[in-house]
């Protein structure tokens, strides 16, 4: 039973330009969370998906978003990258009915330059 | 504002040694304290989950403490290993409405010499 999967595990761009990063939680999962994590710092929260809808939503630009997809992977898109966008972007999922438990995968590091 | 406050911010101990670690929260209203060791470059793991009626939960060498009315957790690991070495972070989950936006603390990074 494979875990979290998050692709791609490095990703670099440029100021300005846009970027997607997937994800596919865990077998049985059906909520997906997308976490930014800052070099020494802890997780900041982003999005929340299920049903293929955000539900709630951090202190994060319009410039972030995502999508849910009917086979519950999710998609987080962030627009006009900054170079502070740089971070390791974290997604978790959660079964049906417990959200609280969170299983995370090993995440993206994008650097923009 | 949600806060989770952790301590020390990074410590160093020899193998075989224990240590606890320290998590302070404003989070209100309160639904769950989670604890999580993150290895370098990868994604945080589960190490324990409390409610608001638990006030201790074990998990192997890793044992937590919480305190509802102070607000306040600990994380003890008992006869350190060198593979513990590693960021152990604090998540408050709380939010009215059925929320469960978490807030995370900014970890305490933990060394383990031999």
């Known amino acids: 039973d494979a875990g979290v999967t998050q692709s791609p595990t490095h990703l670099i761009k440029t100021r300005g330009q846009q970027v997607t990063l997937r994800c596919s939680p865990k077998?049985?999962?059906?909520?997906v969370s997308w976490y930014q994590q800052a070099l020494g710092q802890g997780p900041q929260f982003i999005f929340q998906?299920?049903?293929?809808?955000?539900?709630q939503r951090g202190n994060f630009p319009d410039r972030f978003s995502g999508h849910q997809f009917p086979n519950y992977s999710s998609e987080l898109n962030v627009n006009a990258l900054l170079l502070g966008d740089s971070a390791l972007y974290l997604c978790?999922?959660?079964?049906?009915?417990?959200?609280?438990?969170?299983?995370f995968g090993a995440g993206t590091r994008l650097s923009v330059l | 504002k949600n806060q989770v406050e952790q301590s020390p911010q990074s410590l160093i101990i020899l193998e075989g040694k224990n240590c606890t670690l320290q998590?302070?929260?404003?989070?209100?209203?309160?639904?769950?304290l989670r604890w999580y060791k993150q290895d370098t470059g990868r994604g945080p793991v589960s190490l324990t989950i409390?409610?608001?009626?638990?006030n201790t939960k074990s998990n192997g060498r890793y044992t937590a403490t919480l305190d509802a009315d102070t607000k306040q957790s600990s994380l003890h690991i008992t006869a350190s290993q060198l593979s513990d070495s590693a960021s152990y972070i604090c998540?408050?989950?709380?939010?009215?409405?059925?929320?469960?936006?978490?807030?995370f603390g900014r970890g305490t990074s933990l060394i383990v010499h031999p």
């Open positions: 978790a999922s959660s079964p049906r009915g417990a959200k609280n438990i969170q299983y």
């Open positions: 077998s049985g999962h059906d909520t």
């Open positions: 998906y299920y049903e293929e809808e955000e539900r």
């Open positions: 998590c302070n929260y404003t989070v209100s209203p309160f639904s769950n």
């Open positions: 409390m409610t608001f009626s638990e």
């Open positions: 998540v408050v989950s709380g939010g009215g409405g059925g929320s469960y936006i978490p807030t």
